[in-house]
């Protein structure tokens, strides 16, 4: 059974950092591909970045670009988001998720239906 179990989200001031985490078990990391979303009150759920398991290759939406940083640690079966210079406006519920069976990241890895698997989520505050 394939389960992602989200952590590390909190309140932090703006310009602050945090770090997720999502431990996967059920799966390993040689053919899939790991979404970050995130969904804010009232607003659809939205892709943050992506890494598949070819070669690494990495997306991020242009709203994070340069301030978050996604990684994996395969040994770990553990992916992370590195959140720098936080802003209010990424107050949300963070989640991850996997695409199973593909080695890398889709072009639209940003679309919900393309991945099979979500994780509970966890919250993300950042304060003026």
């Known amino acids: 059974e394939v389960q992602l179990v989200e952590s590390g989200g909190g309140l932090v001031q703006a310009g602050g950092s945090l770090r997720l985490s999502c431990a996967a078990s059920?799966?390993?990391?040689?053919?899939?591909?790991i979404g970050w979303f995130r969904q804010a009150p009232g607003k659809e759920r939205e892709g943050v970045s992506c890494?598949?398991?070819?070669?690494?290759?990495?997306y991020y939406a242009d709203s994070v670009k340069g301030r978050f940083t996604i990684s994996s640690d395969n040994a770990k079966n553990t992916f992370y988001l590195q959140m720098n210079t936080l802003e209010p406006e990424d107050t949300a519920v963070y989640y991850c998720?996997?695409?199973?069976?593909?080695?890398?990241?889709?072009?639209?890895?940003?679309?919900?239906?393309?991945?099979?698997?979500w994780g509970q989520g966890t919250q993300v505050t950042v304060s003026t």
């Open positions: 998720a996997v695409e199973t069976g593909v080695s890398q990241c889709d072009r639209a890895w940003w679309s919900v239906p393309m991945y099979n698997y």
């Open positions: 890494i598949g398991s070819s070669d690494g290759n990495i």
């Open positions: 059920g799966f390993t990391f040689d053919e899939n591909a």
